[in-house]
Each structure stands twice: as C-alpha cells, then as structure tokens.
T-cell receptor, first 111, second 113 residues
C-alpha cells in the first residue's frame, strides 16, 4: 500500500528565504504527483501536478521536482512571503487509482 | 480555477438530525470523492464514485452514505448526526483520462452538538 511522508511537519522561516519541502512515497509505480496548498478551515488548492513521465513543473515562485526511482518529490518556494503561510500537502496517485495524501507541512513565513 | 461547489460551508446542528452536504461540479468530471479531515490532521477518503450510479466506500469507515444520480452532483448524507461526526468534509473531482488532476471544493465544516 502506498504511503506518503512529508518532512518537516512544520517549518518557520523569515520572509525572503528560499525553502524546500520534502515528500517521499513508498511505491514508485505512480501515475502522477500533486502538490496542494491548504489555508486554515479551507479546501485544498492545486499548486502543481507532475505526471509520472515528467521530472519537474514550475509555476511562478514554485518549482516541484519528481524522482520516481528514489520515491521523492520536493517543492521549492523562492523568495518566501508571509502570504505563503499555509499547510502544503503532497499527494500521489498510484497507477490511476485514488490519491494518497501526506500529512502536510505547516509553513509559517514571518514578516 | 476549480468549478466545484460545496454547501453549506458551515453547519451547526443537534444530535439526531439528518443532514445532507451538497457537492456539485461543472467540469464534467467522471470521478468524485468525499474526504473527511479533522483540524490539523490528514485527509481520509470516505466515499468515491467513478460515474453515475457508481459509489464505493473509502479507506475510513463512515456512517454517511452517498449517491450519484447525475454526473455533476455527489451529495453526502448522515441519517442521524452525532458529536463524533463533527469534522470538515471535503469534496473533490477529477477526470479518469488526461492529467487526472484533482480539484477540491471549499469544504463543509460540520459541528454536531
């Protein structure tokens, strides 16, 4: 059964820092991997989707990479801002079955 | 921008009441899902549907039921709410083909007194 782990569970950084959030998964046979952002009490907003054949995706200050063979993905946030404060979740879709979610990394960016 | 809508956003009710949480999407997605999430905790899949008249239970046992009579509509019902049902319920949808990207609604926060 696919398991998804996110490290660290919480992260606090000063504004302007570049940071990396980590996601690992146990089974490399995946269909895609998706990064989400969740603000308190809200739903999940899709940030980046990486298909199994891709190595990375970029959107603005965000860059997500995927290394299937090692079962890892990273989300890189450049020049962090207080508005980036949220919980970031990684989810893996095992071969077109249902998504498996990590527990998330709670990010705080201090002004 | 995801076109998936949940109502109500917030609901406070007494024990024993019947409630229905509504979820609709206008993207023509065949797959729809309900997740349950307690504050600060992981998402747990409680129900999913791969199309009209198809419903399955997810990983987390739930006393709720769902129906899928129309492609765009996937309501969740609790026949008799209890305080243990207090949680946030998140609806999501995706296509089987193409990217399989998952889109979420804003969630319904249920409090049972």
């Amino acid at each position: 059964k696919q398991e998804v782990t996110q490290i660290p569970a919480a992260l606090s950084v000063p504004e302007g820092e570049n940071l990396v959030l980590n996601c690992s998964f146990t089974d490399s046979a995946i269909y895609n991997l998706q990064w989400f952002r969740q603000d308190p009490g809200k739903g999940l907003t899709s940030l980046l989707l990486i298909q199994s054949s891709q190595r990375e995706q970029t959107s603005g200050r965000l860059n997500a990479s995927l290394d299937k063979s090692s079962g890892r993905s990273t989300l890189y946030i450049a020049a962090s801002q207080p508005g980036d404060s949220a919980t970031y979740l990684c989810a893996v879709r095992p071969s077109n079955n249902d998504m498996r979610f990590g527990a998330g990394t709670r990010l705080t960016v201090k002004p | 921008e995801a076109d998936i809508y949940q109502t109500p956003r917030y609901l406070v009710i007494g024990t024993g009441k019947k409630i229905t949480l509504e979820c609709s999407q206008t993207m023509g997605h065949d797959k729809m899902y309900w997740y349950q999430q307690d504050p600060g905790m992981e998402l747990h899949l409680i129900h999913y549907s791969y199309g009209v008249n198809s419903t399955e239970k997810g990983d987390l046992s739930s006393e709720s039921t769902v129906s899928r009579i129309r492609t765009e509509h996937f309501p969740l019902t609790l026949e008799s709410a209890r305080p243990s049902h207090t949680s946030q319920y998140l609806c999501a949808s995706s296509r089987t083909v193409n990217t399989g990207e998952l889109f979420f609604g804003e969630g319904s926060r249920l409090t049972v007194l």
